[in-house]
């Protein structure tokens, strides 16, 4: 901690979003939530996302991926409400947009985080966007194809147990058992492709 205390101590520019004084906020306040200490690592964070929230048109390359690695520790700590806001800052950033494949990571980070508030539908919207993004690509991936379509798949199921009208729940059903057959087809396949 002392190393990143001194590193913005020494910086002229006291800017938060500074791409010196971003980086050794960020690392600082990894380094205190790794060691346990979670209130000094709010803080650290804090003083990131409120020089970005002043500053979000001017914020240097790189404050999104910082937005996307803040969001996911808010994740680990249940904090999924905030971890879904600042995974939407990240991938909006005008001035430094994701790549197909950060964006469809990034939207099923909040695909899982809406999952975890039970937020079924918003989960499935997200998923199928991270499709989307991923499909948009000139290279798309099909193992993280498969991996989103499977996740989509278990949201539909979940939202089909919740479902009390019979005709929505076996549509939900029949929607996440074609989704696994696609994927188990494709993966069927590939592995023939690969003989």
């Keep these: ?3 990143y205390d001194s590193a913005l ?4 520019d006291k800017s938060a979003i500074h791409p010196s004084n ?17 209130t000094r690592a709010d803080h650290s ?11 979000f048109i001017l914020a240097p390359s790189g404050t999104a991926s910082v937005l996307n690695a803040i969001g996911c520790i808010y994740f680990v700590k249940k904090d999924f409400a905030g971890a879904c806001e600042l995974f939407k800052e990240s991938i909006s950033m005008k001035n430094d947009p ?8 990034t939207l099923c980070n909040i695909a899982s985080a809406h999952y975890r508030m039970h937020n079924y539908e918003e989960s499935e919207t997200n998923f199928n966007d991270a ?8 290279n798309p991936c ?7 379509m499977c996740k989509l798949a278990y949201v539909l199921y979940k939202r089909g147990n919740e ?3 019979e005709g929505e729940k076996a549509d939900l059903y029949l929607r996440a058992f074609n989704l696994f057959v696609m994927v188990a087809l494709d993966k069927n396949n590939n592995e023939l492709d690969d003989d």
């Design 45 to 55: 964070f804090g003083v990131i996302l409120d020089e970005v929230d002043k500053n």
């Design 1 to 3: 901690i002392y190393w």
């Design 163 to 165: 479902e009390s009208e």
């Design 9 to 12: 101590n020494s910086n002229p």
């Design 131 to 138: 499709l989307s993004a991923l499909r948009s690509s000139d």
């Design 22 to 38: 971003l980086r050794s906020h960020y690392n600082k306040g990894v380094a205190l939530f790794r060691s346990g200490d979670i």
């Design 98 to 105: 994701p790549s197909p494949f950060q964006k469809a990571g």
């Design 142 to 148: 099909t193992v993280m194809e498969a991996t989103i």
